[in-house]
C-alpha cells in the first residue's frame, strides 16, 4: 500500500531536549516535506527536499533541521524544542514538485 | 507571496443541504489549486484539483472549477452527508517558473460539521 509513514503520532518532551521525528514514503516520490499546523493558520512549510542531499527552508524553518541522506527517508529534527514548537506535524511527499502531495497521519508534539 | 483565503468555520449544516465553501488566492503565473480533506484525527487527502483555468475538479460528489478572472477556486457539494464532517483546505502550487514551485500554500481551513 502506497504511504508516507511518520513517527512516533504522539509525543510529549521537555524544552531543550533533542528529538527527531521520522517521515518516510514507499512510493519511490522526489519531492518531500515537512508542514505544522496550528489553529488558525492551516498548515505552514518547515522544509522541503526536492531530492536525495536537496533540502530547502520553507516559511517557518527556525528551530528546525532536516536531512535527506536516502529518497525513502525525510527525518525532522528538533536539536533543542521550545514550547512554540507545540504543534501537530505533517510530512507530505510527492512524486515531483507539481503532483499530488501524500500526506502522512501526522505527529502531535508537545514541548513543556 | 502567494497566499490562500477561504472562509471561517465552523459551517454547520443539516444532512442534506447545499454546501459552499468560498476559496480565493493570489498568486503569480498559473498555480495549480488543490481542496484537501482532514477527517478527525487523520492526515490531510487530496479531495480534488485544477491545474489550469476554467478546469472544474470533482471527487465524491464535490466541485471546483478554477476562476482565474476571479482568483477563486470555491468548493461546492449539492448534498452534504453526516460523513462529510470534517476540515477542509484550500491549497496552492506555485507555476514551475515561480520561486514557489513544488510549495503548497494552504488557507486555514474550514471546519464543516453536518447533523442527521
Known amino acids: ?112 | 507571496g502567494n497566499s490562500v483565503t477561504q472562509m471561517e468555520g465552523p459551517v454547520t449544516l443539516s444532512e442534506e443541504a447545499f454546501l459552499t465553501i468560498n476559496c480565493t488566492y493570489t498568486a503569480t503565473g498559473y498555480p495549480s489549486l488543490f481542496w484537501y480533506v482532514q477527517y478527525p484525527g487523520e492526515g490531510l487527502q487530496l479531495l480534488l484539483k485544477a491545474t489550469k483555468a476554467d478546469d472544474k475538479g470533482s471527487n465524491k460528489g464535490f466541485e471546483a472549477t478554477y476562476r482565474k478572472e476571479t482568483t477563486s477556486f470555491h468548493l461546492e457539494k449539492g448534498s452534504v452527508q453526516v460523513s462529510d464532517s470534517a476540515v477542509y483546505f484550500c491549497a496552492l502550487r506555485g507555476s514551475r517558473t515561480t520561486d514557489s514551485w513544488g510549495k503548497l500554500q494552504f488557507g486555514s481551513g474550514t471546519q464543516v460539521v453536518v447533523t442527521p
Open chain 1, 1 to 112: 500500500e502506497a504511504q508516507v509513514t511518520q513517527n512516533p503520532r504522539y509525543l510529549i518532551t521537555v524544552t531543550g531536549k533533542k528529538l527527531t521525528v521520522t517521515c518516510s514514503q514507499n512510493m519511490n516520490h522526489e519531492y518531500m516535506s515537512w508542514y505544522r499546523q496550528d489553529p488558525g493558520l492551516g498548515l505552514r512549510q518547515i522544509y522541503y527536499s526536492m531530492n536525495v542531499e536537496v533540502t530547502d527552508k520553507g516559511d517557518v524553518p527556525e528551530g528546525y533541521k532536516v536531512s535527506r541522506k536516502e529518497k525513502r527517508n525525510f527525518p525532522l529534527i528538533l536539536e533543542s524544542p521550545s514550547p512554540n514548537q507545540t504543534s501537530l506535524y505533517f510530512c507530505a511527499s510527492s512524486l515531483q514538485g507539481n503532483t499530488e502531495a501524500f500526506f502522512g497521519q501526522g505527529t502531535r508534539l508537545t514541548v513543556v
